[in-house]
């Protein structure tokens, strides 16, 4: 068992805590495939009544997948290939068990959580944050897409604010969170102790498990105030509401505003690649479910790692931090449809199952 990843039974509660602190909870290889199989058992087990996902060390809950270290491996003697392969199905089929748990799922997300960090919360039940939450997909800007299910769940999103986040990979707060539909409710960082120790002491026996989390839930409920998404919504769904980047780049022109011309400006260092093959991923998400989207998703990480954007994108923005990255293609209109059709094509004998 990986010291990286706690796992441990208090009374009818599984509990789960990410233990990288250092490395922000990122989560690795060894970590999924430690959690996955217990995840199984407890989902089996008819004494386990819900299960808590959490982060240690106060900073994050996940600040998503360890992109930097399959980056590190593409072209080694290590096979980077065979590392993106196993890291991607055994991510994908870990947020699939979630999404499939059957139990209640409660995630305590206190601080960052990033990527791969929305993967191990959103397809669970629950997602309790704090004032200390600073949620993103940000995968734009090192060259990859908002995976782990970001192509089914940010088109779900009221109007366009799922697009503004997977194309600029914005950082929302609490109140974003919950206006946003990805929290379900607000809690105090410093009272997230107290609320595993109501769930541990929960009457499991008063009733379905799913109305005695949501009683617990609700004690401990506070209002986070007001979102700063929600009043810009209107602009959001005017500028992003387009098929095509260069015609939301376009809107963003005509708005004018602040808002307007600094998100312009974002959208303008991400990665030409990325933000079209981003925009086709959710444009496609509106009509298809979840294990679609998955099989999609993992077709886009092995051919979106295997481009040199993703290790321009890793060494700009987490390894020499200059985020100055040169991106080939460089602009957007030199990216084609073809190019982005290509991204999606299938793979030879290695598409997605949920068993991976």
Same mark, same amino acid.
């Given at each position: ?54 982060? /240690?060390?106060?900073? $994050?809950?996940?600040?998503? *997948?360890?992109?930097? @270290? =399959?980056?590190?491996? #593409? ?122 120790? /109501?769930?541990?002491? $929960?009457?499991?026996?008063? *009733?379905?498990?799913? @109305? =005695?989390?949501?009683? #617990? ?131 030879? *004998? ?7």
């Amino acid at each position: 068992m990986s010291d990286d990843v706690l796992l441990e039974m208090r009374g009818a509660v599984g509990v789960v805590t990410l233990n990288r602190p250092k490395a922000l909870n990122a989560l690795d290889l060894g970590m999924c495939r430690a959690l996955h199989p217990r995840l199984d058992v407890w989902a089996a087990d008819p004494a386990v009544k819900a299960v808590v996902i959490r982060g /240690a060390g106060g900073r $994050a809950f996940c600040a998503g *997948g360890d992109v930097r @270290a =399959v980056a590190a491996s #593409v072209g080694t003697a290590t096979g980077g290939e065979r590392l993106s392969r196993e890291f991607f199905r055994a991510e994908y089929a870990l947020n699939h068990r979630i999404h499939h748990f059957g139990k209640p799922f409660i995630a305590l997300v206190d601080g960052i959580c990033m990527g791969g960090g929305l993967g191990l919360s959103i397809h669970g039940a629950y997602r309790v944050v704090t004032e200390k939450l600073v949620l993103a997909m940000p995968e734009t800007a090192i060259g990859l897409f908002p995976d782990v299910g970001g192509g089914w769940f940010l088109p779900r999103f009221p109007g366009e604010s799922g697009t503004y986040l997977g194309l600029t990979g914005a950082r929302v707060s609490a109140a974003d969170a919950l206006w946003l539909g990805y929290a379900t409710h607000h809690v105090e960082s410093a009272r997230l102790d107290a609320v595993l120790e /109501a769930l541990v002491g $929960a009457e499991w026996g008063s *009733g379905p498990a799913s @109305a =005695v989390v949501e009683r #617990v839930l609700a004690g401990f409920h506070a209002d986070p105030g007001t979102s700063a998404l929600a009043v810009q919504h209107a602009g959001i769904d005017r500028c992003f509401a387009a098929e095509r980047v260069d015609d939301i780049l376009q809107a963003l022109e005509m708005e004018g505003t602040p808002w307007a011309q600094e998100t312009w400006a974002t959208l303008m260092r991400m990665c030409p690649m990325s933000l079209k093959v981003t925009l086709h991923q959710l444009r496609m998400g509106r009509t298809r479910d979840y294990d679609e989207m998955v099989r999609v998703e993992y077709r886009l990480s092995q051919s979106m790692t295997a481009r040199a954007d993703f290790r321009e994108g890793i060494r700009a923005v987490l390894v020499d931090k200059d985020n100055k990255p040169r991106w080939q293609p460089a602009t957007l209109s030199e990216v084609s449809d073809v190019d982005v059709e290509a991204c999606f094509a299938p793979l030879a *004998g290695d598409d997605w199952t949920p068993r991976a």
